[in-house]
């Protein structure tokens, strides 16, 4: 007697959030929606416009369906941090990516969720490749190179995936809050199957359609994203991990950074050393120089280099809570009547005080809570006021001389402006500077061990390098550098 196989239950409607990040897809973003929302299975839609300069949001919010979520990003941040963004507000049990074109067919959801809903799979992801359904003949190239960066991703996670770039990848809503996602870009792809594997979710595939197309209709993936992707593997994969601790020097962040007395110690000399880098600072002015106001609050004065060039024709309020500093300032200007010396923070400054720009220098990173921080700044803002950070960037050049001068993070480009919309601020800019110095400080202070502001490196760089790198970077702000300029404003009143 034959036993009939019982055939699976199909999933539920409405268990499925999608995520939709966004850029510049006025021409099809309305229609891939109507696409999504005729799904059944769809219960909420989050779609994450990543500061587009055409008409999409007036698209979006053309799209009349209660299940439509808009969210804004301040400014353009990359698919990446859309997607971070939308993954923070899901709430039904399944999760699934659709990108707001028309390559991936929504009609194929019950495809991805039919593994996860069966409990044999934590994360399906959707194959090109590994299907037998229509798909649209476009590029060579492109199709070699994913194949190429697909089997890279294979080889240090131990997987075999046919198709690791794909934008269909569904998972169970406990997965993405496991996953301490970081890249802003398309590099995002590769992060996700890195740090899955390396958690031992069960990962399925499924072949889906593909409706490619060309770069005239609005393809936006290049060459750089394909290096990122490369970056991607090797830094993330847990095979990469360790070969990367064999070869490098990462610092113990279990331990805490220095105590501030033992940091303020370290800190003195590298104030003393960057001294002897004018063109440095002056660069520093040039950026905030045209977000400042007449009353300039600044936090984190340290020696007064910069104080000094803040002071030109305005009045100034130059704080510090280090008392070595404090009196450093008092000496150089206890006679100027535009500089006002205060041992304090924003934190212990007269909440009466306003200002119109408050400037931060290599300050936030030293404190714990910098959300609390950055509100408490914001306070001493006058309405259109501005908010002027300048903070280390990237964790990946976090070296035990950072752990010694009292860092407690580097940033990402996202991260600050993250910061500021918790703290009620609208983002007026954020850019990486110093390219040269990002490779300078990964190779004396991450690999050599080196101390990286010595005086002697200092001079030189200040005089050889800084000038050119100036003019460069004023032309085409880089993609990412040894430091991170931010500036966010107060609303206007009412």
Not at 125 to 144: E, K, Q
Not at 153 to 158: E, Q, R, V
Not at 221 to 233: E, K, P
């Amino acid at each position: 007697m034959t036993v009939a196989t019982p055939t699976p239950a199909a999933a539920p409607p409405g268990c499925l959030s999608v995520v939709v990040p966004c850029f510049n897809e006025e021409a099809t973003v309305a229609a891939a929606l109507q696409r999504v929302l005729a799904s059944p299975l769809v219960g909420e839609v989050i779609v994450v416009d990543d500061a587009s300069t055409d008409a999409t949001v007036e698209r979006i919010r053309s799209v009349s369906d209660p299940r439509v979520r808009l969210v804004c990003q301040p400014v353009n941040l990359g698919k990446g941090a859309a997607l971070r963004r939308g993954f923070r507000e899901v709430t039904r049990p399944f999760v699934v990516i659709q990108d707001a074109d028309l390559e991936y067919d929504p009609a194929e959801y019950p495809l991805l969720v039919q593994p996860l809903h069966d409990g044999v799979a934590d994360v399906v992801y959707g194959s090109r490749f590994l299907t037998g359904r229509p798909h649209r003949v476009l590029y060579f190239w492109h199709a070699l190179g994913n194949r190429v960066l697909t089997t890279a991703s294979n080889a240090f996670t131990n997987l075999n995936l046919t198709d690791m770039e794909t934008c269909y990848k569904a998972f169970r809503r406990e997965v993405l809050s496991s996953l301490h996602l970081q890249e802003d870009r398309f590099g995002i792809e590769p992060e996700i199957t890195a740090k899955v594997a390396a958690a031992g979710w069960r990962v399925w595939e499924v072949g889906i359609s593909y409706a490619g197309r060309t770069y005239a209709e609005g393809k936006k993936i290049g060459w750089r994203d394909g290096l990122r992707a490369v970056f991607s593997i090797v830094r993330y994969s847990p095979a990469a991990a360790r070969l990367r601790a064999r070869i490098d020097r990462v610092p113990d962040r279990s331990v805490p950074p220095a105590p501030f007395d033992d940091a303020d110690a370290e800190l003195e000399a590298v104030l003393a050393n960057l001294e002897h880098a004018p063109r440095y600072t002056d660069w520093i002015a040039s950026l905030l120089e045209p977000h400042l106001g007449g009353d300039v609050l600044e936090i984190g004065a340290g020696h007064g280099e910069l104080t000094a060039r803040l002071a030109r024709g305005r009045r100034v309020v130059a704080t510090d809570l280090s008392k070595r500093c404090v009196e450093a300032l008092e000496e150089r200007f206890g006679s100027s009547p535009d500089v006002e010396v205060v041992h304090a923070d924003a934190a212990s400054l007269a909440s009466s005080r306003s200002f119109d720009t408050v400037v931060v220098v290599n300050v936030l990173e030293h404190i714990e809570d910098h959300n609390r921080a950055v509100a408490e700044m914001a306070g001493h803002l006058r309405p259109g006021g501005r908010l002027c950070v300048f903070v280390p960037a990237f964790d990946g050049l976090y070296s035990e001389f950072d752990r010694r001068i009292g860092h407690r993070r580097r940033y990402q480009r996202s991260e600050l402006v993250q910061v500021f919309a918790d703290a009620g601020l609208e983002v007026v800019e954020a850019r990486y500077v110093n390219v040269a110095g990002a490779f300078a400080w990964w190779l004396l202070a991450r690999r050599l061990r080196r101390i990286p502001t010595g005086a002697t490196l200092v001079r030189a760089y200040d005089r050889l390098v800084v000038p050119v790198l100036r003019r460069l970077e004023a032309r085409r702000s880089p993609w990412f550098g040894q430091s991170l300029f931010g500036v966010a404003r107060r609303p206007p009143a009412g």
